[in-house]
């Protein structure tokens, strides 16, 4: 099946700095990618939406200018916490849809957990 | 009212038995729905898709009753490795449409 790729699996910041997650995928092309949150004992948050060359969709509630996610290719997209702060700790997971997926099928990357200290 | 809501669990069941779980959705123009199993701290992966007429894939069994707006899954002869949290996703239209479940937390114990 498709394969999502995600680095890295962990990190560990200190508060103020920025932190760069990628996702790639590796058998297909990625469309569409999805980035979400996952609080321990909470479900999935989709964070935004990007589609490859264009500029990614925020849910409400998300800061654009601190999560900034580049979408510059079919197989790479990439989410930046900037200035990341102890809150920011979560789990975070790509996720991407390609080309002949069937609607809903997501491939998921397999997740980086960010510690902010 | 939650968009897609499930009930937490735990579900402690002994390995060998039947559990299965339900999942109400709010929104009756969903379109498709989804169950995906989540083990502890990794990705969720997909288990089945949920099909009106219902489907079945080896011990476990997918239904959609769209009148209630619910969706179910049954696991028969269940094992150690199903532990697991099962999510319940359900896709209200677009490739962004997707929302999930909290998910229930299942322990098949020995």
């Known amino acids: 099946g498709a394969v999502v790729s995600q680095h890295p699996s962990w990190v560990i910041c200190k508060s103020g700095t920025s932190v760069k997650i990628e996702c790639r995928s590796l058998d297909f092309q990625a469309t569409t990618m999805f980035w979400y949150r996952q609080f321990p004992k909470q479900s999935l948050m989709l964070m935004a939406t990007s589609n490859e060359g264009s500029k990614a969709t925020y849910e409400q509630g998300v800061e654009k200018d601190k999560f900034l996610i580049n979408h510059a290719s079919l197989t790479l997209s990439t989410l930046t916490v900037t200035s990341a702060h102890p809150e920011d700790s979560s789990f975070y997971i790509c996720?991407?849809?390609?080309?002949?997926?069937?609607?809903?099928?997501?491939?998921f990357g397999e997740g980086s957990r960010l510690t902010v200290l | 009212r939650k968009e897609v809501e499930q009930d937490p669990g735990p579900f402690n069941v002994p390995e060998g038995a039947t559990v299965a779980f339900n999942c109400t959705y709010s929104?009756?123009?969903?379109?498709?729905f989804f169950w995906y199993r989540q083990d502890c701290r990794k990705e969720p992966k997909l288990l089945m898709s949920v099909y009106s007429s219902g489907n079945e894939d080896g011990r476990f069994t997918a239904q959609l009753n769209r009148a209630s707006q619910y969706i179910s899954l049954l696991i028969r002869d269940s094992k150690l490795s199903d532990s697991a949290t099962y999510l319940c996703?359900?896709?209200?239209?677009?490739?962004?449409?997707?929302?999930f479940g909290k998910g229930t937390h299942l322990i098949i114990q020995p």
């Open positions: 996720s991407a849809s390609g080309q002949g997926a069937r609607t809903g099928e997501l491939f």
């Open positions: 996703v359900v896709n209200i239209g677009g490739a962004d449409g997707l929302t």
């Open positions: 929104n009756s123009a969903s379109q498709s």
